[in-house]
């Protein structure tokens, strides 16, 4: 097959090589995808044909990810949720920004909007300003003296086999706020797509975390979701400025931080006034990080 109809079926290539890849039983994919056995061998075939490599092995008659079939796996999945998000018209740019908006029929939403940078200056969070000055004195560098004070207030992650894994919590984030500090520092180590919230809308947030790992540069994003709140795991709305920023750890590998300041203060398409006062916000909530 030729590369123009590789491109037109990439939607089904890629659902077929996700599917089986999540199950790893070619029968279950088949079910999954309401497909049949040789169409699914078909799609893979296609892909390594196409990518010059082996994606999955049989080892006793059972699918497993090749090496290059688990560091192909993440972008796929970006990839199919992307495509997806369009689609459905929940992805976009905002004078070249990034915009995203999701809403389900059971309540759930994730609203996303980047900023320019510069809407730091103005802006109320004294906290995600002195993340910036602290980062551009420490060079990047995550165990810099000038980036001591800003720890506490913090998330950390590394990109490992395609996957963004979170490596440090602070206890004075407004991840552990949230959350609850016994609980959130149980999420060292977990995925990002494993966090509250997770899931494909992850994938598609994580987006951003990319983008820092190409440009070690600073992101602007203003959220609106719902998250479950405290141990009660009730559903509340929460809303914050989020700003990334593109550090290395010692080794000189690259280390994301995420500092957040949580606001009913913010600029995202379609926000409602409702909305915006339902935002849960606690005393001593108005400034932190996570």
Same mark, same amino acid.
């Given at each position: 097959?030729?590369? /123009?109809?590789?491109?037109? &079926?990439?939607?089904?290539?890629?659902?077929?090589?996700?599917?089986?890849?999540?199950?790893?039983?070619?029968?279950?994919? !088949?079910?999954? @995808? =309401?497909?049949?056995?040789?169409?699914?061998?078909?799609? &893979?075939?296609?892909?390594?044909?196409?990518?010059?490599?082996?994606?999955?092995?049989?080892?006793?008659?059972?699918? %497993?990810?090749?090496?290059?079939?688990? *560091?192909?796996?993440?972008?796929?999945?970006?990839?199919?949720?992307?495509?997806?998000? +369009?689609?459905?018209?929940?992805?976009?740019?905002?004078?070249?920004?990034?915009?995203?908006?999701?809403? =389900?029929?059971?309540?759930?939403?994730?609203?996303?909007?980047?900023?320019? &940078?510069?809407?730091? +200056?103005?802006?109320?969070?004294?906290?995600?300003?002195?993340?910036?000055?602290?980062?551009?004195?420490?060079?990047?560098?995550?165990?810099?003296?000038?980036? !001591?004070?800003?720890?506490?207030?913090?998330? %950390?992650? *590394? /990109? %490992?086999?395609?996957?963004?894994?979170?490596?440090? %919590? $602070?206890? #004075?984030?407004?991840?552990?706020?949230?959350? $609850?500090?016994? +609980?959130?520092?149980?999420?060292?180590?977990? /995925?990002v797509d494993a966090l509250p919230g997770g899931g494909r809308? =992850?994938?598609?947030?994580?987006?951003?975390?990319?983008?820092?790992?190409?440009?070690?540069?600073?992101?602007? #994003?203003?959220?609106?979701?719902?998250?479950p709140y405290g141990q009660e795991n009730v559903m509340k709305?929460?809303?914050?400025?989020?700003?990334?920023?593109?550090?290395?750890?010692?080794?000189?590998?690259?280390?994301?931080?995420?500092?957040?300041h949580l606001t009913r203060n913010l600029d995202v398409i379609?926000?409602?006034?409702? *909305?915006?006062?339902?935002?849960?916000?606690?005393?001593?909530?108005? @400034?932190?990080?996570?």
């Open positions: 097959m030729d590369r /123009p109809q590789n491109q037109a &079926i990439l939607h089904d290539l890629l659902r077929s090589f996700t599917t089986l890849a999540k199950t790893l039983n070619l029968s279950q994919a !088949v079910r999954e @995808l =309401n497909s049949t056995r040789q169409t699914v061998r078909r799609h &893979i075939s296609i892909l390594e044909e196409s990518r010059g490599e082996k994606l999955f092995e049989l080892r006793d008659r059972q699918y %497993v990810l090749t090496e290059a079939g688990k *560091r192909a796996l993440p972008e796929a999945e970006v990839l199919l949720s992307r495509g997806q998000a +369009w689609l459905e018209a929940r992805i976009g740019h905002v004078n070249g920004l990034s915009h995203f908006n999701f809403e =389900n029929d059971d309540g759930y939403f994730y609203c996303l909007q980047q900023h320019p &940078i510069s809407r730091l +200056w103005t802006g109320e969070s004294e906290l995600l300003r002195q993340a910036v000055q602290a980062w551009s004195r420490a060079e990047g560098r995550i165990e810099d003296d000038a980036f !001591v004070a800003l720890r506490d207030n913090t998330l %950390v992650f *590394r /990109p %490992v086999d395609g996957r963004w894994l979170c490596t440090e %919590v $602070g206890p #004075d984030s407004a991840f552990a706020q949230w959350f $609850g500090w016994a +609980w959130a520092k149980s999420t060292v180590g977990r /995925p809308f =992850n994938i598609i947030a994580a987006q951003s975390y990319e983008e820092m790992r190409l440009t070690h540069g600073l992101r602007l #994003d203003h959220v609106v979701t719902r998250m709305t929460i809303g914050f400025e989020r700003i990334l920023l593109g550090c290395r750890f010692p080794d000189e590998s690259f280390a994301l931080v995420s500092v957040v379609g926000l409602t006034d409702a *909305r915006r006062e339902s935002i849960h916000l606690e005393d001593g909530q108005r @400034l932190c990080a996570g």
